[in-house]
């Protein structure tokens, strides 16, 4: 089964066709045309169904869906592929665009649908159902008895819940309408999830397009920083930096970002030493004598101090106190984990004091706070525990929080989930991000958008 479908994934991946989704109680009813393909495509033996060539069947309401059968090595799959719908919001450039289909069949356009078999006795093992146009993004049904199923809701890669029991035994989900099904899990399913509005994140698209034109103006530079007068300082000593090498680090970027997005308001640049006082509770008496030679909390600092005057200004003064601007929400349990051979799933710790969340954990969780917090972005303080010293055995680990970034989690006007990430003067990529901190934590924080931004 996850030999097909880690198939389906990699073709699937090399398209860029998107569409604007209905909410999910109004997904076109399928389970008509489910029961008249149960005797021939979910019951019959692998080996005719494998036999079969594909069909386009149309529903009711002229939405055409795709039959196709895929082999693996133990197991075959059933594909309803609906037809992708394409649409989108208005944007500040573009008119929305009504929604219109595609004439593409990927599998997993909303809708679609999936039934895994074992190839050796044609028992049904998986019902894959995609709610959104998103690979990534779908929920799935398990047998468990005679009487019951189980439920699991899946957004990239983190199970948003797990095991939900379904009072219906498995086979009679192939032919039962999805929002009777849903109606079963006692309100447990979170459809929220699935429904995002694009409308509602304009002002991230505005500010990620604001950025991205004044960005190419900056350069990296160590240590650099710019001050409340504008000039460019190093951060540890504020001294001028030279004028030809004048640049800004991981740190002075985040500044320089918060920066444009207070000036309008206040019309002021924040001064930077305030920023790397200590913030909020970190270490202990054990980490404190290495402090002044390490200085392992300046990350954690730098983005609580930013975090608390964006909030302060922009929102209001209650904003500004840690509680309310820490991410500490654990919107998930698990996480599968790819390994090129199989999925490992292994339990996801959630938020940890002090350290925050897994890299591994992050892009579900970016996805749930973009759905539950449309207004706001993070600003991540990147960590892992290394030694006191370098190079002398039986010093004690301590954290170091080393890096920081801007991570902007949003839906475009298309309706798909994107995370940009600004970071060292520089837009980078989010895969490339997440994969160049295996094993390590991230602590967030949260910042409201603002449309204006003028560094």
């Known amino acids: 089964m996850r030999i097909i479908i880690t ?3 990699i073709f699937l991946c090399s398209f860029r066709l998107w569409s604007f989704d209905l909410p999910v109680s109004r997904i076109s009813d399928d389970s008509l045309l489910r ?70 069949f990927y599998g997993w356009a909303q ?7 074992r190839k050796d006795n044609g028992e049904g093992t998986l019902i894959r159902i995609f709610l959104r146009s998103d690979q990534y993004t779908y929920i799935q049904f398990r047998p468990f008895d005679a009487e019951k199923s189980l439920l699991d809701a899946v957004l990239y890669g983190g199970y948003i819940v797990r095991s939900v029991p379904v009072a219906v035994p498995f086979d009679r989900l192939y032919t039962m309408p999805l929002n009777d099904i849903l ?31 004044h960005i190419s103006d900056l350069k990296f530079a160590d240590d650099g920083t710019i001050d409340e007068n504008g000039n460019h300082v190093f951060i540890e000593t504020l001294l001028r930096q030279p004028s030809a090498s004048a640049g800004l680090n991981c740190s002075g970027f985040l500044k320089w970002l918060i920066d444009g997005m207070l000036r309008p308001v206040t019309g002021e640049r924040l001064a930077v030493n305030p920023l790397k006082e200590p913030y909020g509770n970190r270490g202990s008496m054990f980490t404190a004598i290495w402090e002044e030679r390490r200085d392992p909390f300046f990350g954690l600092d ?16 209650s904003y500004s106190k840690l509680e309310e601007f820490e991410v500490r929400n654990d919107n998930f349990s698990l996480v599968m984990v790819s390994d090129n051979r199989s999925f490992i799933t292994h339990t996801y710790p959630g938020f940890m004091e002090e350290a925050g969340y897994g890299v591994e954990g992050l892009h579900p969780l970016l996805y749930t706070l973009a759905v539950e917090r449309p207004f706001s972005f993070y600003l991540a303080a990147v960590n892992n525990e290394i030694n006191a010293t370098d190079n002398i055995k039986g010093t004690p680990r301590l954290r170091q929080y080393f890096h920081v970034a801007a991570l902007v989690p949003y839906f475009d ?3 798909v989930f994107r995370v ?33 931004f003028d560094p």
Do not use: C
């Open 7 to 9: 198939i389906f994934i």
């Open 35 to 104: 029961l008249r393909l149960k005797e021939n495509w979910f019951t019959d033996t692998p080996a005719r169904v494998l036999s079969r060539r594909s069909v386009v069947e149309q529903l009711p309401t002229g939405e055409r869906v795709e039959i196709r059968a895929a082999e693996g090595r133990d197991e075959i799959m059933v594909v309803l592929s609906r037809e992708l719908i394409r649409g989108r919001v208005a944007t500040e450039t573009q008119p929305a665009q009504q929604r219109a289909a595609t004439g593409q």
């Open 111 to 117: 809708g679609s649908w999936m039934l895994t078999r």
């Open 183 to 213: 109606k079963l899990t006692n309100e447990k399913f979170p459809k929220k999830y699935f429904e995002p509005d694009p409308s509602l994140y304009r002002d991230s698209r505005i500010f990620i397009t604001q950025v991205r034109r």
């Open 302 to 317: 730098w983005i609580r101090n930013l975090a608390s005057r964006a909030n302060g200004i922009l929102r209001s003064p």
């Open 413 to 415: 006007e298309y309706g």
């Open 420 to 452: 940009v990430v600004f970071e060292s003067a520089a837009e980078t990529s989010f895969n490339a991000f997440r994969s160049r901190y295996p094993g390590h934590f991230v602590n967030l924080v949260e910042v409201p958008v603002t449309a204006k």
